[in-house]
């Protein structure tokens, strides 16, 4: 009688756990694969993209690593041709002089956005400079070039924004 009792009591309880525990199972297993293979896909993709694209060349100052693309090939050309040639690299004039941070964050973006359009082919011809960008290069003249520009600040109307690259447009990359 003992017997009958034990077993009952333990088939009783075994019978109905397992069904509760397969279904949370079953959904927490669905989430968790599709947490993973999200993941999983985005550091992949993005991991090729980047060994692809020889995305460590542009971490480096040089100006060759910049210009891994065709389609930079005459901004290579311009700035060997330029007046900052040998006084400054891409990441001088392209790159924020102020905390490592931010440089970084520019960085990121710019190889997020770079990436997509070379990968995708979506790049116009004439490539022009984002105004993000355009900002970060004129904060890097100001950075180079500030003894200079006190009287350009003196001519400017009030509430004018300096602007370099409008008068300056082919000077890192002479035409």
């Known amino acids: 009688m003992a ?9 009783q309880p075994s019978e109905a756990r397992p069904a509760r525990q397969r279904t949370w199972l079953r959904g927490k297993n669905v989430l968790l694969f599709l947490a993973v293979f999200v993941f999983g896909s985005f550091i992949g993709v993005g991991s090729f993209t980047f060994l692809y694209a020889n995305g ?63 990968t995708t082919g979506d ?29 350009v600040h003196e001519v400017r109307a009030e509430g004018d924004e300096l602007d370099c690259t409008r008068c300056h447009e082919t000077v890192g990359h002479a035409k």
Request: charged share 25%.
């Open 56 to 118: 460590i060349g542009y971490l480096y100052d040089e100006p060759e690593g910049c210009a891994q693309c065709h389609a930079m090939d005459d901004y290579l050309e311009g700035y060997n041709k330029g007046s900052h040639k040998d006084v400054a690299t891409c990441n001088d004039c392209h790159m924020p002089h102020d905390n490592l941070a931010k440089s970084l964050w520019v960085k990121a973006d710019n190889g997020f956005w770079h990436a997509l359009k070379f």
């Open 3 to 11: 017997e009958e009792e034990t077993v009952t009591a333990t088939e």
């Open 123 to 151: 790049y116009p011809t004439n490539i022009e400079i984002r105004e993000s960008n355009r900002q970060v290069t004129n904060e890097a003249c100001v950075y180079c070039h500030g003894d200079y520009l006190s009287g």
